[in-house]
């Protein structure tokens, strides 16, 4: 049986880890290029429109957004890379908001990197994934926006995608397809997500 939302709460927009809520909570958070869709992901996750804020314009999320669901866990929704149209220090400041973030944030317990499923696998995304390779933390792959492609394309580039990880890692993150205008993905997610979770509480 999946998850149900009972509650999902926004808590506090944060600078940087200082101001992030203090908890041993586990945390789960999105991470992607910039307009990849990671707001709209938690939005559906969550089954709350405008739960977290969605912009066409790439850029909309600029803060670490903390949001406690059922009491239990939190969602992070986090500024997206590779946004251009930001000044070389607006720049640096994202970085390392979202390098501090997952360098140091101890309740993080796995990041969702958010892939558009009409590229093919981009230079910045495996730059990121390959940094995320020193960091330890464990993460999965979320391809996003598959509405907008056919079902052969999304294989293609999701093989493609899978080709070149292999060229750099022995084993591959799980992988979860997704549409936020579909409604598509929501059940695998939330499963991995509670299945972590308790695994987490048994070991205690
Ligand atoms: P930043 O906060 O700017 O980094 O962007 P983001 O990754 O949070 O993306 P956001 O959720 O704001 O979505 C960006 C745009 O893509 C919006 O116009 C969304 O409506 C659209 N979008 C997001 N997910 C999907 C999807 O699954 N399908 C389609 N067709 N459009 C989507
Ligand atoms: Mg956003």
Same mark, same amino acid.
């Given at each position: 049986?999946?998850? &149900?939302?009972?509650?999902?709460?926004?808590?506090?927009?944060?600078?940087?880890?200082?101001?992030?809520?203090?908890?041993?909570?586990? *945390?789960?958070?999105? &991470?992607?290029?910039?307009?990849? +869709?990671?707001?709209? %992901? &938690?939005?559906?996750?969550?089954? $709350?429109?405008?739960?977290?804020? &969605?912009? #066409?314009?790439? +850029?909309?999320? $600029? %803060?670490?957004?903390?949001?406690?669901?059922?009491?239990?866990?939190?969602?992070?929704?986090?500024?997206?890379?590779?946004?251009?149209?930001?000044?070389?220090?607006?720049?640096?400041?994202?970085?390392?908001?979202?390098?501090?973030?997952?360098?140091?944030?101890?309740?993080?317990?796995?990041?969702?990197?958010?892939?558009?499923? $009409? %590229? *093919?696998?981009?230079?910045?995304?495996? =730059?990121?994934?390959?940094?995320? +390779?020193?960091?330890?933390?464990?993460?999965?792959?979320?391809?996003?926006?598959?509405?907008?492609?056919?079902? #052969?394309?999304?294989?293609?580039?999701?093989?493609?995608? *899978? #080709?070149?990880?292999?060229?750099?890692?022995?084993? %591959?993150?799980?992988?979860?397809?997704?549409?936020?205008?579909? =409604? !598509?993905? =929501?059940?695998?997610?939330?499963?991995?997500?509670?299945?972590?979770? =308790?695994? !987490?509480?048994?070991?205690?």
């Amino acid at each position: 049986m999946s998850m &149900i939302i009972k509650t999902a709460q926004f808590i506090i927009s944060s600078t940087g880890n200082e101001n992030c809520p203090k908890t041993d909570l586990p *945390e789960y958070a999105f &991470i992607g290029r910039s307009n990849v +869709g990671k707001s709209s %992901l &938690i939005n559906m996750l969550t089954n $709350r429109n405008g739960l977290a804020r &969605i912009s #066409s314009t790439p +850029g909309k999320t $600029r %803060l670490i957004n903390h949001f406690l669901i059922n009491d239990e866990w939190y969602l992070v929704d986090l500024p997206g890379y590779g946004y251009a149209k930001i000044s070389h220090k607006q720049k640096t400041d994202f970085q390392t908001i979202i390098t501090d973030y997952i360098s140091f944030r101890k309740n993080l317990t796995c990041l969702f990197v958010l892939l558009d499923s $009409r %590229l *093919e696998p981009q230079k910045i995304d495996l =730059r990121f994934i390959t940094w995320l +390779g020193t960091c330890e933390v464990p993460f999965a792959l979320i391809f996003t926006k598959t509405d907008k492609i056919s079902a #052969s394309l999304f294989e293609k580039n999701k093989k493609l995608c *899978e #080709s070149v990880l292999l060229q750099t890692w022995e084993e %591959l993150p799980p992988v979860f397809k997704t549409s936020a205008s579909k =409604r !598509l993905g =929501r059940e695998d997610i939330l499963d991995y997500i509670n299945e972590i979770n =308790r695994s !987490l509480i048994e070991k205690h």
